[in-house]
């Protein structure tokens, strides 16, 4: 029964301007809620339908991407009343923190990077695109690389998709890092070998991209 399936174990682990991520255990297993919340200056229809579509999304692509082999948290359950999704909680620490808590050596960054720039890889070989890459969005659990917060990303992706995949992890890594050309170098290394097809045009729109934004 639902009331006994979803019990809530802890204060907010993120209260985001589009949602709010709770820590519960779902039959027995560690679980988080992440609610969409209402926003004020939308329509209450218009808002109804927004929350709704991209917790759809948000569930689509969590399940299509681990379909590619890619390391996604399972969908437990869906509250739609509460626009709210269940899903497995990913043991291990955010790319922000690894980066930012000083407790990676530089040769686990560079491997965490490459590992990022690999999995990212083979998201787009695959025809996905993340459209929110920043390192709250990524997990680390010390071995494999997990993709949340999916309900930006197109599976009819442009090169302008992927390009501006790469180049939020470029000013991701610019911010985070005291020397990101070495690591988005390790970076792209790794996104090589997930995207051998891809990785010459979309680096090259990346920086083009990187080129508007700087003169622009
Ligand atoms: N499945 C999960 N496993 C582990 N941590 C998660 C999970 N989902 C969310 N989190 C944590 O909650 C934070 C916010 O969740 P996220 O899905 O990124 O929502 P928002 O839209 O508010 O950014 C993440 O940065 C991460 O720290
Ligand atoms: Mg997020």
Not at 2 to 12: D, F, I, K, R, W
Not at 19 to 35: D, F, H, M, N, Q
Not at 40 to 55: H, S, V
């Given at each position: 029964m639902e009331e006994v399936?979803?019990?809530?174990?802890g204060s907010p682990l993120s209260d985001?301007?589009?949602?709010?991520?709770?820590a519960e255990s779902y039959l027995g297993l560690e679980a988080i809620r992440k609610t969409r919340v209402s926003k004020a200056y939308r329509a209450e229809a218009f808002d109804r339908r927004i929350r709704n579509e991209r917790l759809r999304a948000e569930v689509r692509l969590l399940r299509e991407a681990r379909r590619m082999g890619l390391r996604t948290p399972h969908v437990f359950d869906i509250d739609e009343a509460a626009f709210a999704i269940i899903m497995e909680r990913i043991p291990g620490r955010t790319?922000?923190?690894?980066?930012t808590d000083g407790k990676a050596s530089q040769q686990e960054v560079l491997g965490v990077a490459a590992r990022l720039g690999e999995a990212l890889g083979k998201l787009h070989a695959g025809g996905m695109s993340h459209g929110d890459l920043t390192g709250s969005n990524v997990v680390?659990?010390?071995?494999?690389?997990a993709?949340?917060?999916?309900?930006?990303g197109s599976r009819t992706p442009e090169l302008e998709d992927f390009g501006i995949d790469l180049h939020l992890v470029e000013e991701d890594f610019n911010t985070l890092l005291p020397d990101p050309p070495i690591v988005y170098q390790a970076f792209l290394h790794g996104y090589a070998l997930g995207n051998p097809s891809g990785a010459k045009k979309n680096t090259a729109r990346a920086r083009e991209i990187k080129g508007r934004v700087r003169y622009s």
């Amino acid at each position: 029964m639902e009331e006994v399936a979803h019990q809530t174990v802890g204060s907010p682990l993120s209260d985001g301007a589009e949602a709010t991520v709770v820590a519960e255990s779902y039959l027995g297993l560690e679980a988080i809620r992440k609610t969409r919340v209402s926003k004020a200056y939308r329509a209450e229809a218009f808002d109804r339908r927004i929350r709704n579509e991209r917790l759809r999304a948000e569930v689509r692509l969590l399940r299509e991407a681990r379909r590619m082999g890619l390391r996604t948290p399972h969908v437990f359950d869906i509250d739609e009343a509460a626009f709210a999704i269940i899903m497995e909680r990913i043991p291990g620490r955010t790319l922000t923190e690894v980066f930012t808590d000083g407790k990676a050596s530089q040769q686990e960054v560079l491997g965490v990077a490459a590992r990022l720039g690999e999995a990212l890889g083979k998201l787009h070989a695959g025809g996905m695109s993340h459209g929110d890459l920043t390192g709250s969005n990524v997990v680390w659990n010390g071995k494999d690389i997990a993709f949340i917060d999916m309900s930006m990303g197109s599976r009819t992706p442009e090169l302008e998709d992927f390009g501006i995949d790469l180049h939020l992890v470029e000013e991701d890594f610019n911010t985070l890092l005291p020397d990101p050309p070495i690591v988005y170098q390790a970076f792209l290394h790794g996104y090589a070998l997930g995207n051998p097809s891809g990785a010459k045009k979309n680096t090259a729109r990346a920086r083009e991209i990187k080129g508007r934004v700087r003169y622009s």
